[in-house]
């Protein structure tokens, strides 16, 4: 038994207790086969073991617990951020919490889901709001809120609710935890509830964002400026960079509320771009925007697995003691019921060459002017 499955072995083995029935699991066990494929398009019709209509029933009919099945994934990641810091205990790497807001795009008609879908920068879709945990090369999706629309809750009152589950063992240590947000998230009231649970923030700021004595920010000259900003009682320290994306250079302002120094807090902004990468990662090949499920449970079923296939490959990546023998299903028996292939090592290479291809892409992205 390879070692490094041991942990993703033992999450799959935890959650298949959440289905009471052997069909249920078979069809969990086929589905999760679909998303582990790796190719992006884990439709029910793409199945050769059990009929779409098998999948689609399991998905918003059949009766199972998600939350329990949303439990296990937590616990699993609590144990894999505990033994992380354990492994380091003298220089434990600074925890990083990334928020921000993804949308998914859809263009059928989806009566079910009214009041999810709503147009936002153009998108017309689902748009969700996500806490990304990165510690180390530790990189874990936590958890998730569902943005309804203009009149509720703003994208930053809901990255408030999602700090809110984090547990108090990621918020200690001697390094300070940091927050990385992009623009959408400078309200002086997500900054202020942000520093008031003691973790200091990285947020991207509008170049037309003005200081108290009125001047832009665009019009500052010094990197790593001590600024007042107009509507917010903390200090915060302002610097840019320059965004080579399109023909022309963009300059992407960033503040925070320690001082960094103009060139570091400028290369710690650009930390933000992780959770980029993972979304391109879940979108691309565990198809979470690939949904076209007729009711919410079908589809909050369907992003639950999408996460539970990225947490399973990136588990599986982890070098930790194997479970001990006589502890673990009949994986052969397995294989010869339902034809499951469980995270085979070509796609587990797979999946992190695309990886280290996302990293090379946000590092060209973010390069500083020659």
Known sequence: MNPKNARARRLYSDILTCFSRKQHRDSFQVFLDLLLDGSGRPLPT?????????????????????????????QAALQLFNDTWK???????????????????????????????????????????????????LKLPWAFQIWRGKGTSSPAALALKLLRTVPPVMLQGKRRPRLHADGGFESAEFIEAVLEREIDIVIGVRRNRTLANGTPIHELMTRGYKAQLQGLKPTMYVSWAWLYRNKEPEQRFVMSNINLGGKY?????????????????????FGL?????????????????????????????????????????DWGALARTVRFSFIPEVRRRALQLELAELDAFQDALSAPAP
């Open 87 to 137: 492994h380091a205990p003298h220089q434990r790497p600074r925890v990083e919490f990334l928020v921000d807001l993804t949308s998914l795009e859809k263009a059928g008609k989806f009566p079910g889901l009214s009041d999810w879908m709503h147009v936002l920068n153009a998108v017309n879709g689902v748009h969700l709001v996500v806490l990304y945990i990165c510690c180390g090369d």
């Open 265 to 285: 807090l400028a290369r710690v902004g650009k930390r933000r771009w992780r959770i980029e990468g993972f979304f391109k990662t879940i979108k691309g090949r």
């Open 46 to 74: 793409r199945a050769t073991v059990k009929s779409p209509s098998a999948i689609s029933r399991f998905l918003n009919h059949t009766i199972w617990d998600l939350r329990t099945l949303c439990r296990f994934m937590r």
């Open 289 to 329: 925007e690939r949904f076209a499920q007729h009711s919410k449970t079908g589809v909050m079923r369907w992003w639950c697995l999408s996460g539970l296939a990225y947490l399973l490959c990136h588990l599986a990546d982890q070098d930790v003691p194997p479970r001990p023998p006589g502890t673990w299903p």
